[in-house]
C-alpha cells in the first residue's frame, strides 16, 4: 500500500532561519509527487510537482527535490506569511487509480 | 478565473439526517475529486470522476455515501443517514488532464454530526 511520512509534524522557526522538511514514500511506479500549502479553514494550495529523482523546481524561497525514496521542501529565509501547513502527496496509477496519497502535514510557523 | 467553488462552507446536522455537499469545479476540468479529512488524520481519497463517469470510487467508505456528477459538470455528494464517525473536512478538487497533473482544491465542506 502507497504510504507518505511528513516530518517534522510541527517545526518553528524565526524569520530568516532557514530549513528543510521531509516527505519520505513507499510507493509502486510513483507518477508524480506533489507539494501543496494548506493555511486554517482553507483548501490546499498547489506549489510543485515532482516527477523523476534529480529534479528540482523553486518558487519565492521555496525549493523542492525528489530522490527515489524521498522529497523535501528547502525554505530559505522564511517569513511569517511562510506560516502554514505543508502537504506532500504521491499519486501511482495503480489500477487506473489517478488518487493522490497524502502525508499528515507539516505545520510550519514562522515567528517575526 | 473561477476556481473550485464548494458548499456549504460549514454543515452541522444531527445523527441519522441527510446532508448534500456541492462542488463546481473549474471550468473546462474533466476530472473531479472527492477527498475526506477525519481529524487528527491524513486527507484521504474517497472517489474520481472523469466528467460525469465514476473513474474510482474505491475510497468510498460505505453505501451510506452517494457521489454524483450529471452532465459532467458540478457534482453533489450525499451522505445518508449521517454517522457521527462522517464529521470531518470534505475536499473537492479537479483538474485538466489525468496523471500527473496538479488538482486544485476547493476551500472544504466542514461537516459535524451531533
Known amino acids: 500500500e502507497d504510504q507518505v511520512t511528513q516530518s517534522p509534524e510541527a517545526l518553528r522557526l524565526q524569520e530568516g532561519e532557514s530549513s528543510s522538511l521531509n516527505c519520505s514514500y513507499t510507493v509502486s511506479g510513483l507518477r508524480g509527487l506533489f507539494w501543496y500549502r494548506q493555511d486554517p479553514g482553507k483548501g490546499p494550495e498547489f506549489l510543485f510537482t515532482l516527477y523523476s529523482a534529480g529534479e528540482e523546481k523553486e518558487k519565492e524561497r521555496l525549493k523542492a527535490t525528489l530522490t527515489k525514496k524521498e522529497s523535501f521542501l528547502h525554505i530559505t529565509a522564511p517569513k511569517p506569511e511562510d506560516s502554514a501547513t505543508y502537504l506532500c502527496?504521491?499519486?501511482?496509477?495503480?489500477?487506473?487509480?489517478?488518487?493522490?496519497?497524502f502525508g499528515k502535514g507539516t505545520k510550519l510557523t514562522v515567528n517575526p | 478565473e473561477a476556481g473550485v467553488t464548494q458548499f456549504p462552507s460549514h454543515s452541522v446536522i444531527e445523527k441519522g439526517q441527510t446532508v448534500t455537499l456541492r462542488c463546481d469545479p473549474i471550468s473546462g476540468h474533466d476530472n473531479l475529486y472527492w477527498y475526506r479529512r477525519v481529524m487528527g488524520k491524513e486527507i484521504k481519497f474517497l472517489l474520481h470522476?472523469?466528467?460525469?463517469?465514476?473513474?474510482?470510487e474505491s475510497g468510498m467508505p460505505n453505501n451510506r455515501f452517494l457521489a454524483e456528477r450529471t452532465g459532467g459538470t458540478y457534482s453533489t455528494l450525499k451522505v445518508q443517514p449521517a454517522e457521527l464517525e462522517d464529521s470531518g473536512v470534505y475536499f473537492c478538487?479537479?483538474?485538466?488532464?489525468?496523471?500527473?497533473?496538479?488538482?486544485?482544491f476547493g476551500q472544504g465542506t466542514r461537516l459535524t454530526v451531533v
Open positions: 478538487a479537479s483538474s485538466f488532464a489525468f496523471t500527473g497533473t496538479e488538482a486544485f
Open positions: 470522476f472523469v466528467k460525469e463517469s465514476k473513474q474510482d
Open positions: 502527496a504521491v499519486q501511482a496509477p495503480q489500477g487506473g487509480s489517478e488518487k493522490l496519497v
